[in-house]
């Protein structure tokens, strides 16, 4: 799969694991090792629709932004919602509305689609309590996931998610280039790294480069749902 990933350039290798053990040792060398972005699929095919949007937990942190992008070009391609879910404020710190509002005003310049922020309490029983209503779920890799794998809280989301969930790793990026519009690792080329709950993408423009440099300055503005 790494192989064909670099070949072929792609920008995404989709692959459908097991909620018994979604970071098995075979996976976990395909996420440390493909150049391009991952997403993990757990649990059904997307059920996408009017009253269905993508949601995306979303606290500025590096693969939350890779979440953001594939969230934004799932719904657009969909033509469904999107929704922003960040953290309500807490004694200690602010809420996530500057953060949210920033992302949603980028994602509608780079890829016309039109994102519904949400706040809500910080925790794992308030993010699938949001989940219920959404069509898929789309969460980013914590950065420590090569020391504590998915962790407690992403588990917890594997385990009781009501929604299809995409779990997604930001793959490294060449310079500060754009990158070149690229195919999307679709099922009759990488069958091995696909799920059958692929759904048609468009062909990329490249906002990639302009998101990440833009989120390097708003990443910290606000607490994040999926820590």
Known sequence: IVRLAS????DLVLIDVSRTDPLADDVAAV???APCDIALHVGDAPRLGPDAPVLVPFGGAEHD?????????IARSQGVGLTLLGSASRRERRDAS???ADASLLVQKTAG????PLLSRSGVDELIAAAANAGLLVVGLSERWREEGFGPFRLALVERSPAPALFVRRG??????PRSPRPWCRAPRCRA???SCTVDMPARSPPTARMKRISAGVSNCGPSHAA
């Open 7 to 10: 070949d072929h350039a792609v």
């Open 31 to 33: 996420i440390a090792a």
């Open 65 to 73: 932004w890779a979440a953001l992008e594939l969230g934004a070009w």
């Open 98 to 100: 500057r953060l949210l």
């Open 113 to 116: 689609v039109v994102a519904e």
């Open 172 to 177: 490294p990026r060449p310079g500060p280039q």
């Open 193 to 195: 790294a696909m799920t």
